[in-house]
């Protein structure tokens, strides 16, 4: 339980944190509440997945990696450069609604229609591995469990706790009648991905970054 | 079919004799006097010059409104000037201040940064979940104070609605002016899709504020760092945030707004500008294109410097609700189908009183809000011309 209740109790930054990456997705998409329920789900999985993997490393290291600042920089730094390649690829692909000056529908649609949830799941998987605040402390805490079984439902009440404060997001599509909202989710998605682009990069090249 | 319309109908209509004019303009003398003097008339000479060219730049201004019946040609020369004097002294503030336009590590930890209002949709969402503005700014008092910015919005928000972009914000008459340099435009058609785009800034610096609890449009992307204060770049990635709005300053106030003749910052770009224009919607005024005399030439279309109208608006009656109020789309309508107009109110109506109400609104607003600025800007030309510096 002790995942869960620091899971609640910071859900509204996690929430902060996953907010640039979903509601620029879901405007983009102009889906009903019950399809962005289901895209909900398949992020959530993917953030899940995110944080399962994690619940293994933080215990099979027993120290906190979140502490040793280089390592921590290179993998924050890859989950950043990873989301943003996935939400410019989402911004510019899609460019024949969003941005007007680009082309490349072809790619997307293939890409698309091929693995329609992966894209969700990859961006929930790179949220997870994201290291807000509220996450570093679930590691810190995960790291000290015995075993691997407490690590990973640590993990789990955690992750619980948190997605709590993302249940308002599917009704986003509520405005989905409103047209230039598609437009604008995905504009805003490719300026997200920019920003995130150069904090990925910048602590990938190590140091620059403060 | 286009109807046919006495050329400059609408102009004859609001246009009003030099007596008449004086009599309608002498509310707004008395009002200017009273609020820019604040009852007490400078005694020192070169305060009383300053003040008295201010003083009488505005209200020639705006005698000049009612007697011409336009409107955008000397509201544009005010705002314009306020922009460049907004400029001249918010630089000699910061010389005398700190010694330079950049920023230490050192004020923005003290919280002396100046409060604009470009940073409030950002700080609304961290607000309202932390209870602390995400800016290094004072709350009261000294230059720029968060409360006297967010007291000054509100107001001009429930008076004038977007029109505070072309009446009240002291950098809208930067790319204001650019636009206006060239007689034709190089590039014609701008993509409508583009106007889309502030309202994708907006929803990704609110965003990324929330999320990174930092004005991320102040650090990254606002151009108009370059002309007041920056940070001093002490790190690569400082350096990165000055080379993007350094670029985006030169790109959107200077060389877009010359070549489409449009206020591209403005409705291309600023995130606080597609918010503001959400507070069109609970204002008194707003601008009305009457059908019955519309003869659909589209003179408003390519005149309107935000792209706010279209013909489909046209169509509509009104113009969309980037609107900045600015007067252009009447000042070029041949037939007098583009007026002010006061909600609640038929579009027939008399044009001339909802003209004039409205001017007085906005105008009263500019001639208050800009005054002591840009007193203070003339103050320090002369300053530079009789001692050599501005401070
Ligand atoms: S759009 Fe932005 S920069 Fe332009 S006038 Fe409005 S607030 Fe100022
Ligand atoms: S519609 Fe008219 S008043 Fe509004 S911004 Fe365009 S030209 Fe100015």
């Not at chain 1, 620029?24 to 102009?30: A, D, S």
Request: aromatic share 12%; charged share 10%.
């Amino acid at each position: 339980m002790k995942g869960f209740f620091l899971g609640l109790s910071s859900g509204a930054v996690c929430a902060a944190y996953c907010a640039p990456v979903l509601v620029p997705y879901l405007l983009g998409e102009g889906r009903s509440v019950l399809q962005n329920f289901l895209a909900l789900l398949q992020f959530l999985l993917g953030r899940l997945l995110g944080y399962l993997s994690f619940a293994v490393f933080a215990w099979g290291i027993h120290t906190s990696l979140p502490q040793d600042i280089a390592h921590r920089n290179l993998l924050i730094g890859a989950a950043y450069v990873f989301l943003s390649g996935l939400l410019i690829f989402y911004s510019f692909f899609k460019a024949g609604r969003a941005c007007p000056s680009a082309g490349g529908q072809e790619i997307d649609h293939r890409l698309r229609n091929s693995r329609p949830s992966l894209f969700l799941l990859s961006m929930g998987l790179a949220t997870g591995l994201n290291f807000c605040p509220p996450f570093l402390l679930a590691v810190a805490t995960a790291a000290e469990q015995a075993s691997l079984l407490q690590s990973v439902l640590f993990f789990l009440t955690f992750f619980l706790g948190t997605s709590v404060f993302l249940i308002p997001a599917p009704f986003l599509g509520l405005l989905r009648g409103f047209s230039p909202l598609h437009v604008i989710g995905k504009m805003a998605a490719g300026l997200i991905g920019a920003y995130y682009l150069f904090i990925g990069a910048t602590m990938l090249a190590g140091g620059f970054y403060r | 079919m286009m109807k046919e319309h006495p050329p400059h109908a609408k102009t004859i209509e609001v246009r009003q004799s030099p007596g008449k004019s004086f009599l309608f303009a002498l509310p707004m003398m008395l009002l200017t006097l009273m609020m820019m003097s604040g009852g007490k008339i400078p005694a020192d000479p070169q305060r009383l010059f300053v003040f008295t060219v201010t003083y009488l730049f505005f209200n020639l201004l705006f005698f000049l409104m009612i007697h011409t019946g336009k409107t955008d040609r000397y509201r544009a020369t005010a705002f314009i000037t306020y922009a460049i004097l907004f400029i001249v002294s918010f630089i000699s503030h910061m010389f005398e201040a700190r010694g330079s336009m950049s920023l230490s590590q050192e004020k923005i930890l003290l919280c002396e940064v100046p409060f604009c209002h470009l940073v409030i949709p950002m700080t609304l969402i961290p607000a309202a979940f932390t209870k602390t503005i995400i800016f290094p700014g004072t709350i009261t008092g000294g230059y720029a104070s968060i409360a006297s910015m967010f007291t000054i919005w509100i107001g001009a928000s429930l008076s004038l609605g977007r029109g505070w972009c072309s009446w009240g914000c002291f950098f809208g008459g930067l790319d204001d002016a650019f636009s206006r340099i060239l007689k034709k435009p190089v590039f014609r058609n701008i993509n409508p899709r583009w106007t889309y785009l502030p309202w994708a800034v907006l929803l990704a610096v609110v965003l990324s504020a929330a999320a990174f609890l930092s004005p991320t449009y102040c650090t990254w992307l606002c151009p108009f760092k370059t002309v007041t204060e920056f940070e001093a770049v002490t790190s690569f990635k400082i350096l990165v945030q000055t080379i993007l709005f350094a670029s985006l300053f030169i790109a959107l106030v200077i060389v877009l707004p010359l070549l489409t003749k449009r206020r591209t910052q403005c409705s291309l770009f600023c995130p606080f500008g597609a918010m503001q224009g959400l507070t069109n919607r609970i204002n008194a005024f707003d601008v009305r294109i009457d059908p019955d005399r519309c003869i659909n030439c589209k003179r408003c279309v390519t005149a309107c410097p935000t792209l706010s109208v279209t013909e489909e608006s046209v169509r509509a009656g009104c113009p969309l609700i980037s609107c900045m109020k600015c007067g252009t789309c009447m000042d070029v309508c041949p037939s007098g189908a583009v007026a002010f107009h006061v909600r609640g109110t038929p579009v027939a109506g008399n044009r001339n009183i909802k003209r004039m109400l409205f001017l007085y609104a906005a105008f009263l607003f500019l001639a208050i809000f800009s005054g002591g600025t840009i007193q203070d800007g003339l103050s320090r030309i002369i300053r530079l011309i009789t001692t050599g510096s501005m401070i």
